[in-house]
């Protein structure tokens, strides 16, 4: 059955992989599974046409023949378990993979959005400057209890899962604040899972629709 995802038509970060659609690229370049793309402008996702497969106006959503589904932890999810190599087959070792993601989405994300609102949104308001440190050390917080489990693992518990892929994609949006530099096994954890081939044929793809825009005029 065809899968077919949607994604930004013009993506703001100039197709450097940052936006959601290149999670669910990644999972799906992983488990082998071919896939199609519905680009999107920003005005299109608040038509009634795409809020039908998303309430929310957002990217990415996930349809495969009647099955729609919107927020990236459950398509990487639905994903891992449906074909085989981001989940582990054992009971116990799955949960702990699963427990992963959502401790990427759940615990490590929120910090580092609120950056981006401290910056983009926050930056000029008088509190700002103030502001900005505190949320640095909250992400720093995170990061160091994080690369504490991590220690020299490759991964975050045994083979590389949809935990990881969740993790790192969560991760590397901090790169330009520098932060990951301050925990050296953080940043090699990062650098292992952009390494992956379905990672750079992910990113490859989704940088090929920023080319495309700009070619296009
Ligand atoms: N919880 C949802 C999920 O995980 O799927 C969040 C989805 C989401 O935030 N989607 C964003 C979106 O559609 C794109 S990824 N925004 C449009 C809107 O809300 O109108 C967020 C994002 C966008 C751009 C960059 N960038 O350019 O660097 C990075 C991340």
Redesign the pocket.
């Known amino acids: 059955m065809t899968i077919t995802i949607t994604a930004?038509k013009d993506?703001?970060?100039?197709g450097?992989g940052?936006?959601?659609?290149m999670?669910v690229r990644w999972a799906l370049e992983e488990v082998g599974q071919p896939y199609e793309v519905r680009l999107e402008t920003?005005k299109e996702?608040?038509q009634p046409e795409h809020l039908g497969r998303?309430p929310?106006?957002?990217?990415?959503t996930y349809e495969e023949g009647d099955l729609v589904l919107?927020?990236?932890?459950?398509?990487i999810l639905h994903i891992a378990e449906r074909h085989a190599g981001l989940l582990p087959k054992n009971a116990d070792a799955r949960a702990r993979a699963i427990t992963w993601m959502f401790s990427a989405?759940s615990t490590v994300e929120p910090p580092i959005l609120e950056l981006?609102t401290a910056k983009i949104i926050e930056g000029k308001k008088p509190w700002a400057e103030e502001r900005m440190p505190l949320v640095k050390d909250y992400i720093r917080n995170r990061l160091k209890q994080l690369a504490a489990r991590l220690g020299d693992a490759e991964w975050l518990d045994g083979d590389f899962s949809a935990g990881d892929l969740l993790m790192v994609h969560v991760l590397i949006?901090l790169r330009p604040s520098g932060l990951l530099d301050e925990f050296p096994n953080i940043a090699a954890y990062v650098a292992r899972g952009e390494a992956r081939p379905a990672y750079q044929r992910a990113f490859a793809a989704q940088l090929a629709v920023f080319k495309a825009s700009q070619a296009g005029g």
């Open positions: 930004f993506s703001p970060d100039r450097q940052l936006a959601r659609d999670r920003f996702l608040k998303n929310f106006g957002q990217i990415p919107f927020e990236t932890g459950s398509i989405l981006q949006r």
